[in-house]
């Protein structure tokens, strides 16, 4: 790994996620809302196995997975300068995205300090990232 590295730090990651956040809210306010309505399906029940709620995870994980795969980097961490990269190969393979995304992010949110570890570990690695041999680094 080259030296000149330079690790994304927690509120780094914190700020990049939070756009996330936004664009995906923004994703399912404007294309999910609407079908929804066409179909007269419920847009105000609030429990985990709510049409909205299902739709709206399918999006979160589809953003994520899908741009993290394409791109090596959401929208937010676009905007920050980062990206992900895996520390034992070149390319992130399908399965090294599938489970830090999707089954590690899920860990992370569940675990308190799955996130906040980011902030102590040399390499800045959160929970996900341990499972999966990967980062965020600045790109220069």
Same mark, same amino acid.
């Given at each position: 790994?080259?030296?000149?590295?330079?690790?994304?730090?927690?509120?780094? =990651?914190?700020?990049?996620?939070?756009?996330?956040?936004?664009?995906?809210? +923004?994703?399912? =306010?404007?294309?999910?809302?609407?079908?929804? =309505?066409?179909?007269?399906?419920?847009? +105000?029940?609030?429990?985990?196995?709510?049409?909205?709620?299902?739709? +709206?995870?399918?999006?979160?994980?589809?953003?994520?997975?899908?741009?993290?795969?394409?791109?090596?980097?959401?929208?937010?961490?676009?905007?920050?300068?980062?990206?992900?990269?895996?520390?034992?190969?070149?390319?992130?393979?399908?399965?090294?995205?599938?489970?830090?995304?999707?089954?590690?992010?899920?860990? +992370?949110?569940?675990?308190?300090?799955?996130?906040?570890?980011?902030?102590?570990?040399?390499?800045?690695?959160?929970?996900?990232?341990?499972?999966?041999?990967?980062?965020?680094?600045?790109?220069?």
């Amino acid at each position: 790994m080259d030296t000149n590295v330079r690790y994304a730090g927690f509120w780094m =990651r914190f700020w990049a996620y939070l756009l996330d956040l936004i664009v995906i809210g +923004s994703i399912v =306010r404007l294309l999910i809302n609407p079908i929804f =309505r066409m179909l007269d399906i419920p847009l +105000s029940e609030f429990n985990i196995f709510a049409p909205i709620s299902i739709a +709206s995870a399918v999006i979160f994980y589809l953003y994520f997975v899908l741009m993290t795969k394409y791109f090596n980097q959401t929208l937010g961490k676009m905007v920050f300068g980062l990206k992900v990269i895996d520390l034992k190969h070149d390319q992130l393979t399908w399965g090294t995205i599938l489970f830090r995304e999707w089954i590690g992010r899920f860990i +992370s949110a569940t675990v308190i300090l799955g996130y906040l570890i980011v902030a102590f570990l040399p390499k800045k690695q959160g929970l996900h990232d341990l499972f999966t041999d990967t980062t965020v680094i600045h790109i220069d």
